[in-house]
């Protein structure tokens, strides 16, 4: 139901001997809509409240939800409450005439979002008049709707542009093979590339052309390679195209025992990352789109290629470019010379390997900041100073190999407006960008292929200081039905978060995490080292789990200057000051970070602690580590649960109390701290919409009260009066003098405004505003929540089903892998919400389901395991029956190979197999088993079985 907007006009009491609120009564400045930015906010088109209390009795209908002034946020560049944000990803049916209308206006009905973060999928390219003109065509009719458009122009989505203009600044790719030589005769050696397709449709990560970069002779050792020749000139070239690079060597007496290795270079399709002209062309990209009203501009996961085959050190990047950076860097080297010390390490040379990688990936993932920072400048002097910039830098959730591949875990260092991550990104790494972005909240990028799971995500959100940037059901739904169809996610789930933004208008600082680990950056971009991409997230996240909430940095934000020493002498990053910090792993380190250390030691007022050795600094040097960090900073031994529990036993000593423990989706209840002094109850373990809260607790010594349901936070100020309070389905409120009882269940936020006049938010509340809350101010705005929305079909992909009884199966992998997870309606990547075979009892194996009674089946629909982005556990071929009494079987179809190949990319669509029969029992037997295998385990899994009904009209 759609609220009214009424400006609730007199005098107000004063709360616990507060302000009081008549003096300024019509005027509520702290309330701006940005309708620049995000749509229109009510139905006379003001961006503000100041000017809608003019027409005080005449109720103004708010179209999603407000956007209120914060205070302290001077640091940051959005200093307003932040919506609900979404993701937008257009489809062919959405290039259609007004086909984007159908999208928006079920989003603007059923839903709270207010931004949609867009991101084209499909074979179009963002340089195409076409697509300029229907995206602004859609801008236009978001606005319209109270929807703003954060577009995605970046690079990759107008690549044939700019590889038609710059057709000599593409990306290198150096792939590496050897093969031993012989005394006669010829060695032939080839490399094909490593492609990738993340673009769906449109092409993608592919190379154009093919050479030889260079060809090495080596003697192979234990300690690396030793008495290296160029011997490029002696090799024959065979082959040297986009498929691939061969060469032939003839080989000589002399090399007895030696190897050769060839180093085949590949450009792709995509501009370099050092290409001279990539941040202009990237500004030209965006001036195209200066007429769109956009209420907002994204760079969605930068960085090289994202293929999960390619590692480092048998592939690594290189461009002429990148070489004249390097040979800038490091006067005396050649960076195609030292592309063979690095991938394959040379005896005696260990230091220098070292020093070598270290200036070759800062090199890297500084770049890749520089050109997000240039970007980030570029979308403000376009489209003006308040546009947002988006969406997360990640592209791996988890801080780790593939993505320091990608972008040299450059996360910190790029610039945005607002604190956004994805999937499963540790809850450290979210609340610490958060810190560095100076973001009351972070938003993290969540897709699941049900419902389900993203209740428990919301949830848990809360209590780590964040909100969902709510992504469509995905892996498990075609993409050409997430926009075509019904909202992927809807009814009450979105109406909960509706419940959970009035935390959003009195929250203005970042949740409290006591502790930093501040992880080498060198050390783990660094794959000599044994710790490669290791940045003790496995640490942190174990200090969560036991409610120390801790945040995840770089030591490379100690040069940037944003962590540092406060002038009280705490070490600091953003608003937040640290009880304990752990240097985890200092090795590569440069001096200075010693000095940090030893500066922040001086005061004592931060706990200081190491793990890991540091034997060489950056360049190669040795360094003792005893002389470089102070002697105040105890060593962490043992694993990283070790050091965790060591650390957790010092919190305690030191009084400080945890907050709510669990990993990720575990913390659904219970209790959090802001660093502004709210406190959050959350709890949302039974019902999506929030179970009920009848607690009181003690702040600051004082008793403070709730009866409340799902959410309910307070703020006292220094003499324990209120200064805030947001609660959903509030009943009562107490604490000192200020007691507030309703009439009937009301969503309510209070705050006071930069004057320190009280101002009010009603949500979903009909009627007048209750006695006790008018006792407080006569501000009052109403909130509207979406329409209610439910779909007959939650998980929007299979055909109506007949219902299952029950299912059983020949063997179970383990008790969580039963039967019935195959028949529980659930589609997500939960590795254990599957039917799995007893291990090596894939061969004959079978899974079943009783339907109660004899039923016509028209057709079965299964969904396959899918696991990083591939299926995986699949049957080689499986054969259907059915019976009528469980006992005697008659098969229907007789081992069907229409099943996906074992790491092929899914389409979202179930495998349909026509039965065209009728029987009480459906029987699915893999008579062949599995060619899949993952060590020692071979299994068949299936997620999810439908039995299509033969009636497929809605229930």
Known sequence: MMMCCWIMVGAAAAVDGGEKAGSSAGTVKSRTFNVLNYGAAGDDKTDNTEAISAFAEKPVVLERS??????????????????????????????????????????????????????????????????????????????????????????????????????????????????????TGAVELSRAPLNANYFWDNKGYVAVTGQVLRVWSYRAGTEGV?????????????????????????????????????????????????????????????????DVPLAGVCKDEGGFVPSESFAFPDNLWFSPFLAQAYAERRPS?????????????????????????????????????????????????????????????????????????????????VTRDLAQTDEVAPYGVRTALAKKWHSPLWYNMYYAGSVKPYESELWANVLGGGRINWHPLWPFTPLDKVNCSLPPVAGKLWRADCRIRLLNYISTRPVDCPVAIVFSHPRACNWAEPGFGDSGWGLCDDLWNEGYYADLIPSSEIASGSLKVSEDGYVQYGPQKYALAVFYHPQYERPMAGAFFRQAAATGKTLLYRTGDWTMDFDGNPVEVNTMLPAQMMELAGSASACGTAIISRLKAAGLEPQTGGRGHQRLRGQCRLLDGTVILASGEKDVMGDPILKTIQISGQDVSFDAVGVAAVRLDKEGKLEALAAGGLKRFAVGKTKIELPQRADVALWKDEKGVWQGVL??????????????????????????FAPENANGLAAPAAKIKTATASSQYAAEYDAGKANDGILTDDVQNCWASANQQDIGSWWQADLGATTPIPAIQIQFRVLGGGYYFVPKTITFQVSDDGNTWRTVVSKSTNVPAIGSIPNGKPYEYAIKDKGRYVRLLFEDGTDHRVGDIKVVELVEVWVVKADTSAD
């Not at 101010?777 to 509207?784: D, K, V």
Request: with cysteine; aromatic share 10%.
């Open 763 to 788: 949500q979903d509340y009909e009627g007048e505003v209750p006695a006790d809350l008018k006792a407080i101010t006569a501000h009052w705005l109403r909130l509207a929540v979406p329409a209610p």
């Open 66 to 183: 407000l956007q209120v002034e914060l205070p302290n946020q001077e640091h940051n560049a959005i200093k307003t409450s932040w919506p609900a944000i979404g993701c937008w990803f257009p489809m062919d049916c959405d290039f259609q005439p007004e086909g984007y209308k159908q999208f928006l206006d079920m989003y603007a009905k059923y839903s709270p979002i207010k931004l949609l973060t867009t991101s084209i999928r499909c074979k179009r390219w963002m340089t195409d008049p076409q697509v300029h003109d229907q995206m602004k065509a859609a801008a236009e009719y978001a606005r319209s709707l109270g929807m703003g458009i954060v577009l995605e122009l970046d690079w990759p989505f107008a690549r044939p542009a700019f590889v038609e203009k710059y057709p000599d600044e593409l990306q290198g790719v150096v792939g590496v093979c050897e093969a031993p030589l012989k005394t």
């Open 226 to 290: 030793e008495a290296v020749e160029d011997i490029t000139a002696r090799a024959l070239v065979v082959q040297a195209n986009a498929q691939s690079v061969k060469v032939s060597i003839p080989c000589l007496a002399a090399d007895e025992g030696r190897h050769v290795c060839l180093m085949a270079l590949f450009y792709m399709y995509q501009p370099d990352l050092f290409a001279p002209h990539l941040t202009s062309f990237e500004h030209d990209v965006l001036r195209q789109y200066a």
């Open 333 to 413: 080297h050649d960076l195609t010379r030292d592309l063979l010390l690095m991938s394959k390490g040379e005896k005696g040379r260990k230091a220098e390997r070292a020093a070598a990688i270290n200036h070759y990936m800062e090199l890297f993932w500084k770049r890749n900041a520089e050109i997000e920072t240039e970007y980030y400048h570029a979308i403000k002097s376009v489209f003006g100073k308040e546009t947002m910039v988006g969406t997360h830098p990640t592209w791996q959730p988890l801080p780790c190999q593939q993505e320091v591949v990608r972008n040299g875990l450059d996360w910190w260092g």
